[in-house]
């Protein structure tokens, strides 16, 4: 006897056309993403300066990656690129994460956080030169973002460009007051903190 599906189910089969198969995908892909999304955002908020990144911080960070590494194989949206690009580096994994943080920039040179990412891992790399060189690209396709600018400030003074670091840090500070706070407790303006350019610029009024 031969058996035939029910009507309802042939009718599933029959209206999964190549429009519905990719939508249907597309949810699934954007379902992951907001996943891998969660996992970063609770890894980073139980991280914190003198801690560090903690064995559970870094168990969400690698779940982050896998779930990332769940989405369809032609998957490859800026929001895979940077979630992974941020997983990697936050796990100080700054070398697996470069070739992430080159691919955002190259497709979307407007990504704030492409350039921060690309320039932060080329600083604890020891490349602090095409860093610089990094962040100064970003400052060209972003407008001048107040937090690029002060990393490009924090940048120079580690190399010791004390009249590009004072230049960046005014930028940041006249764009947005709130940075000047953050120069108390910056170690990378250490060597320049006693330099008369640099307590003018922290003093100024607003």
């Given at each position: 006897?031969?058996?035939?599906a029910?009507?309802?189910f042939?009718?599933?089969?029959?209206?999964?056309s190549?429009?519905?198969?990719?939508?249907f995908?597309n949810?699934?892909?954007?379902?992951?993403?907001?996943?891998?999304?969660?996992?970063?955002?609770?890894a980073?908020?139980?991280?914190?300066?003198?801690?560090?990144?903690?064995e559970?911080?870094?168990?969400?960070?690698r779940?982050?990656?896998?779930?990332?590494?769940?989405?369809?194989?032609?998957?490859?949206?800026?929001?895979?690129?940077?979630?992974?690009?941020?997983?990697?580096?936050?796990?100080?994994?700054?070398?697996?994460a470069?070739?992430?943080?080159?691919?955002?920039?190259r497709?979307?040179?407007?990504?704030?956080?492409?350039?921060?990412g690309?320039g932060?891992c080329?600083?604890?790399?020891?490349?602090?030169?095409?860093?610089?060189?990094v962040?100064?690209?970003?400052?060209?396709?972003c407008?001048?973002?107040?937090?690029?600018?002060y990393?490009l400030?924090?940048y120079?003074?580690?190399?010791?460009?004390?009249?590009?670091a004072?230049e960046y840090?005014?930028?940041?500070i006249?764009?947005?007051?709130?940075?000047?706070?953050?120069?108390?407790?910056?170690?990378?303006?250490?060597a320049?903190r006693?330099d008369?350019?640099?307590?003018a610029?922290?003093e100024?009024?607003?």
């Amino acid at each position: 006897m031969q058996h035939t599906a029910p009507s309802s189910f042939r009718g599933f089969e029959m209206n999964m056309s190549h429009p519905n198969i990719n939508s249907f995908e597309n949810l699934r892909n954007s379902a992951l993403l907001q996943q891998a999304t969660g996992y970063i955002e609770l890894a980073e908020f139980s991280m914190t300066p003198e801690a560090g990144v903690s064995e559970p911080a870094k168990q969400l960070l690698r779940n982050a990656i896998d779930v990332l590494d769940q989405l369809s194989p032609e998957h490859d949206s800026s929001n895979a690129l940077i979630l992974r690009a941020e997983a990697l580096r936050a796990l100080c994994h700054f070398s697996d994460a470069l070739p992430y943080y080159q691919r955002v920039v190259r497709d979307n040179p407007h990504s704030m956080a492409g350039w921060l990412g690309f320039g932060w891992c080329l600083k604890r790399l020891g490349q602090l030169s095409e860093a610089i060189t990094v962040l100064a690209d970003g400052m060209n396709y972003c407008d001048n973002q107040p937090a690029l600018a002060y990393n490009l400030s924090c940048y120079h003074s580690l190399a010791g460009n004390i009249h590009a670091a004072i230049e960046y840090l005014t930028k940041a500070i006249a764009s947005d007051d709130r940075f000047r706070s953050l120069t108390s407790c910056e170690s990378d303006f250490d060597a320049i903190r006693n330099d008369p350019r640099f307590v003018a610029v922290i003093e100024q009024p607003v």
